[in-house]
C-alpha cells in the first residue's frame, strides 16, 4: 500500500509561484512514475506533469509547460511541483498520484495511475 500526502496549495495572485510537494511512504518503487494531475470544478481530472522513478524523463502538459517543473527528492519519497506566473486558470484541485509501472501505459493518463493522494487546492485570483 502507498499512502500519498499533498502540501502546498494555497490562495494567491496571478503571477504568483506556489510549490506543491507529495511525500510517499509504504511501498516503493524502483520503476514507474509519479504524476500531477489537477481537477476544477465541473471539468475532468486533467494531466499536469510526471517524473519516471529512474532517470530525469519529465513529461508536461502544454497548458503548463514553461511554467512548472517537476523533480523528486529520492531519499525524501518526494516529488515537487514548482509551478510559476499562476493563472486564474490553475484554479484547481491538485492531486499526486504513482503508476507502478509505465510500461505500455500513457502516461498522461489518469487511469495509468493506481496510487492518490487525497488533493491540494490551488486558487489563482485575477
Known amino acids: 500500500q502507498v499512502q500519498l500526502v499533498e502540501s502546498g496549495g494555497g490562495l494567491v495572485q496571478a503571477g504568483d509561484s506556489l510549490r506543491l510537494a507529495c511525500a510517499a511512504s509504504g511501498r516503493t518503487f524502483s520503476s514507474g512514475a509519479m504524476g500531477w494531475f489537477r481537477q476544477a470544478p465541473g471539468k475532468e481530472r486533467e494531466f499536469v506533469a510526471a517524473i519516471r522513478w529512474s532517470g530525469d524523463i519529465t513529461y508536461y502538459a502544454d497548458s503548463v509547460k514553461g511554467r512548472c517543473t517537476i523533480s523528486r527528492d529520492n531519499a525524501k519519497n518526494t516529488v515537487y511541483l514548482q509551478m510559476n506566473s499562476l493563472k486564474p486558470e490553475d484554479t484547481a484541485a491538485y492531486y499526486c498520484?504513482?503508476?507502478?509501472?509505465?510500461?505500455?501505459?500513457?502516461?498522461?493518463?489518469?487511469?495509468?495511475?493506481?496510487?492518490w493522494g487525497q488533493g491540494t487546492q490551488v486558487t489563482v485570483s485575477s
Open positions: 498520484a504513482v503508476a507502478p509501472t509505465v510500461f505500455r501505459r500513457i502516461i498522461v493518463s489518469p487511469e495509468t495511475y493506481a496510487y
